[in-house]
């Protein structure tokens, strides 16, 4: 058999060719494509839905692809994410994917380059990237890097027909209704609310990070802006729940679920924070309660509902484990100096 050589080009979704384009969004989506291995049980993105997703990115998000090409098949494809945010300005988010059939064959090592190169134009000195426990070649290249696991975490899922009616009731029914309003925004966050939501969602800072070598998240009401516009351009709903201590006005705690049209079985759950001086009230139960007995008559197609949990954070798993949340898939986030990489490229070159 001979052997195809590979080019590796940088991608631009605004300028790609119609071939390329429908040969990227096969190795991303096709029946043997990196994401249909990642979710086996789900149906593949339509290619108007995975392009849409390309051209919705938050202008806050600096996203850049590079594309391993054999001919005019793609095989393999790197991306390097950047974010323009207050917080964590030493680390991007990188991601490499080969083809199975393609592997062992130096194309991971040769889509790190422009990584590597992107990175540290960018004055980012760490890449922070996830893998997939069904996938060991990745957790392999990434330990072959010298990387380190900075967090083991799961994809937790319920299967609506397994969850307990009564139990929910019975945490909605044990609301500190005197102490706590309870109330949603359904979509947009509200306008005259989007400074106190900044200040609510840095609860999630309170959240185990184990290893990770990042920084508190710091959201501003311009990308709060940027993120509700790239949900709708993306045609996924959001529902949020909230709770407002009576006595101050001051939001205490909220969960959210994203709903997106292109999986219909499947509803994401997102954040759920409560603020640590409001704790022990039993306002997480209450939120979660709420919030998914509401979904059979929002969205009657929803079967699943997804969570993704680090493996440390025990409040949390308590409740969803209640709910009936199962395992489902693992990950672990890894690190690695951009200057690791450099030196592991050059012994390699």
């Given amino acids: 058999m001979v052997k195809r050589s590979t080019t590796i080009r940088a991608f631009d979704v605004k300028t790609a060719?119609?071939?390329e384009l429908r040969a990227v969004y096969a190795?991303?989506?096709?029946?043997?494509?990196?994401r249909t291995e990642e979710w086996p049980d789900d149906p593949p993105r339509s290619y108007d839905t995975w392009l849409n997703s390309l051209r919705t990115v938050p202008p806050f998000v600096a996203l850049r692809i590079w594309v391993a090409w054999q001919g005019a098949d793609a095989v393999g494809r790197s991306t390097l994410e950047i974010y323009d945010t207050p917080d964590n300005r030493h680390l991007a988010n990188a991601d490499v994917g080969v083809l199975a059939s393609h592997r062992r064959q130096g194309i991971g090592k040769r889509l790190l380059v422009p990584i590597a190169q992107g990175a540290e134009t960018a004055g980012r000195t760490l890449l922070v990237g996830g893998t997939d426990s069904a996938i060991p070649a990745g957790e392999a290249f990434m330990e072959r890097l010298g990387s380190r696991r900075g967090m083991v975490s799961r994809t937790n899922q319920l299967s609506l027909v397994?969850?307990?009616?009564?139990?929910?009731?019975?945490?909605?029914?044990q609301g500190p209704r005197k102490e706590f309003?309870?109330?949603w925004w359904d979509g947009a966050y509200p306008e005259a609310e989007v400074d106190a939501i900044c200040v609510?969602?840095?609860?999630?800072?309170?959240?185990?990070r184990d290893d990770l070598e990042v920084e508190d998240q710091v959201w501003t009401p311009e990308m709060i802006h940027q993120q509700q516009e790239s949900l709708l351009q993306r045609e996924v709903d959001r529902r949020t729940l909230f709770v407002r201590h009576r006595a101050s006005g001051e939001l205490a705690g909220y969960t959210e679920v994203f709903?997106?049209?292109a999986l219909p079985h499947v509803l994401q759950q997102g954040d759920t924070g409560v603020l640590p001086k409001y704790r022990g009230h039993g306002l997480g139960k209450w939120l979660k309660g709420t919030m998914v007995e509401r979904v059979p008559r929002e969205w009657p197609d929803v079967r699943f509902i997804r969570t993704g949990n680090a493996n440390s954070n025990a409040p949390m798993l308590k409740i969803n484990h209640a709910m009936g949340f199962r395992p489902y898939k693992d990950w672990t986030i890894w690190q690695v100096e951009v200057s690791k990489v450099k030196e592991y490229l050059r012994r390699h070159e």
């Fill in 181 to 183: 309003d309870l109330d």
């Fill in 17 to 19: 060719t119609p071939e």
């Fill in 200 to 208: 609510l969602r840095a609860v999630m800072n309170t959240a185990p």
């Fill in 27 to 34: 190795l991303v989506w096709g029946p043997r494509g990196l």
């Fill in 162 to 173: 397994d969850l307990d009616s009564a139990l929910m009731r019975a945490w909605c029914e």
């Fill in 259 to 261: 709903y997106d049209r």
